[in-house]
């Protein structure tokens, strides 16, 4: 952070001495803030280390918090559930970061992952909107998950052959879902 000296020589940052001095990283953080603070309506939790600065939202649910990783001159991390998205910090990457997240937390995307028959689930997810997931077959279950690079055809037909699950999860976990094969036919579960 730019340091300052005022008077014998007292360091000070620049926000501490007027709030109008402050970096372009502290306005995009500040606003981001600001924004995703009105629009999950809490207050984040803030952890700074070093340059980075991590947003936590609890889930007023009890499942996994959104988080959101702000460094200077880097994409911004956001986790929704697992797998990190990344956001140029512009205008427009911005937005498209707020739509993503109230379009989670409102309950019109999810995240799906998987879990094979020993019971171990995926280290990596993937967004769908929650209308592609409702009524799925066998067949388009193959194709979404190619769609979205969940799992080529030949990965997750033996998933489902061998007992595995594709797991649909929402931001409340409450609407969550599994789709698993019994015999040649998908059944939600």
């Not at 918090?65 to 911004?76: A, G, K």
């Not at 989670?104 to 993937?126: C, I, M, P, Q, W």
């Not at 799992?151 to 699950?165: D, F, P, R, W």
Request: hydrophobic share 35%; net charge positive.
């Amino acid at each position: 952070m730019t340091r300052t000296t005022r008077g014998k020589g007292k360091p000070r940052s620049p926000v501490a001495m007027t709030g109008v001095c402050v970096t372009v990283m502290n306005i995009v953080l500040v606003l981001l803030k600001e924004k995703l603070d009105s629009l999950l309506r809490q207050e984040a939790d803030i952890t700074t280390k070093k340059e980075e600065t991590l947003l936590t939202y609890k889930n007023p649910f009890g499942k996994n918090p959104l988080q959101v990783l702000f460094s200077p001159e880097e994409d911004i991390k956001v986790i929704l559930n697992k797998t990190p998205r990344y956001y140029r910090q512009d205008e427009a990457s911005i937005e498209k970061l707020l739509h993503d997240v109230a379009s989670y937390t409102a309950g019109k995307t999810v995240s799906l992952d998987f879990t094979d028959n020993n019971g171990n689930e995926s280290r990596h997810d993937r967004i769908a909107k929650a209308s592609d997931v409702e009524a799925l077959t066998l067949d388009s279950l193959v194709e979404l998950s190619i769609r979205i690079n969940l799992l080529n055809s030949v990965e997750l037909k033996y998933l489902l052959a061998s007992g595995g699950t594709v797991n649909v999860h929402f931001w409340n976990p409450a609407n969550d879902f599994r789709y698993r094969q019994i015999g040649s036919y998908l059944k939600k579960i």
